[in-house]
């Protein structure tokens, strides 16, 4: 449940740590880019993860908005994301630089605070799909999941960009350290897209959960501190596993300046939202720092921790 969040998150990491020289400098098919069919007229990626593998098509798309559509045909949920380097650097330098600071299984990679993530959806469950626009500039990419599959190869082509216009949105949520801003504001039910910001300095993540009607800040904040390991038993009156859905989207992760769409389909009833990417000065996910809002999808009203 929420306690084994921050180590999924970290997997997406160190999976992205597992990057090779070889792997950026193979060929890619030119693939065509295929019709989105969701009515959106963006290209699209589709990226199909299974127990053991994880591939993209096409390996090629034009630069700007990009429709990323995961398709999970895994045991367990499970997302995808993109990522790239920073501002001045090559894929290759990169990835030279990310081999150079191994981690640990309990940290994330430190690379990853200064990487360009453009984001990826929240989970999907097994047999499900979840889909986000992205914005990917001219370059090479890398794509990863929060399992452990090889990471694909993306390019996004230069050229002339055609006009492109972002998907209308119901909700827009900026992030900060260490709060989500927006989810104050009535939030509708149905098939809609969020806009989400990274205004802060760290990478940030947009975990949504469905959690029982009257769910209280306490309750989470409450399973958050506690930490439990893997498989441990919840005391009595703690929220558990099968009181939160977390397969119904959001954004994976995404650094400073990104804006990503997920797109949504929400029920009514009572959403937390969370961050769990760590904090590098405290080690502490977001989440525990006041990184948590509760909100009621068809009615008004979220509850912050600040």
Not at 172 to 181: N, S
Not at 207 to 215: N, Q, R, W
């Amino acid at each position: 449940m929420m306690q084994r969040v921050p180590r999924r998150t970290v997997l997406a990491g160190l999976v992205a740590a597992t990057f090779t020289l070889p792997m950026a400098r193979r060929s890619r098919a030119q693939g065509a880019t295929p019709a989105s069919g969701s009515g959106l007229d963006y290209p699209e990626v589709q990226v199909t993860v299974t127990d053991q593998a994880l591939t993209v098509s096409p390996t090629t798309v034009p630069a700007g908005l990009v429709l990323l559509t995961v398709i999970n045909q895994t045991s367990d949920q499970i997302s995808a994301g993109v990522l790239g380097p920073p501002a001045g650097q090559s894929m290759e330098e990169f990835m030279t630089s990310a081999q150079a600071t191994p981690s640990t299984d309990e940290e994330m990679p430190s690379f990853l605070y200064q990487a360009t993530i453009p984001g990826g959806p929240g989970d999907a469950g097994p047999g499900k799909t979840s889909q986000a626009v992205i914005n990917l500039t001219p370059g090479d990419w890398a794509v990863f999941s929060e399992g452990n599959q090889q990471p694909a190869m993306l390019t996004a082509s230069s050229g002339t960009p055609a006009a492109q216009a972002p998907p209308p949105t119901t909700v827009t949520v900026t992030e900060q350290e260490f709060a989500f801003l927006g989810l104050d504001q009535p939030v509708p039910a149905g098939p809609q897209f969020w806009e989400v910001v990274n205004r802060g300095q760290q990478p940030h993540m947009l975990l949504l959960g469905k959690v029982p009607a009257g769910t209280t800040l306490q309750q989470v904040m409450d399973v958050i501190n506690l930490n439990l390991p893997d498989n441990a038993t919840p005391p009595p009156g703690m929220l558990q596993d099968k009181d939160v859905d977390f397969t119904i989207g959001g954004v994976l992760m995404q650094s400073t300046g990104q804006t990503v769409y997920p797109r949504l389909d929400l029920a009514p009833g009572r959403y937390v939202a969370l961050c769990f990417v760590p904090d590098p000065a405290t080690g502490q996910p977001h989440a525990a720092e006041g990184m948590v809002s509760l909100f009621d999808v068809g009615s008004a009203g979220a509850t912050p921790t600040g």
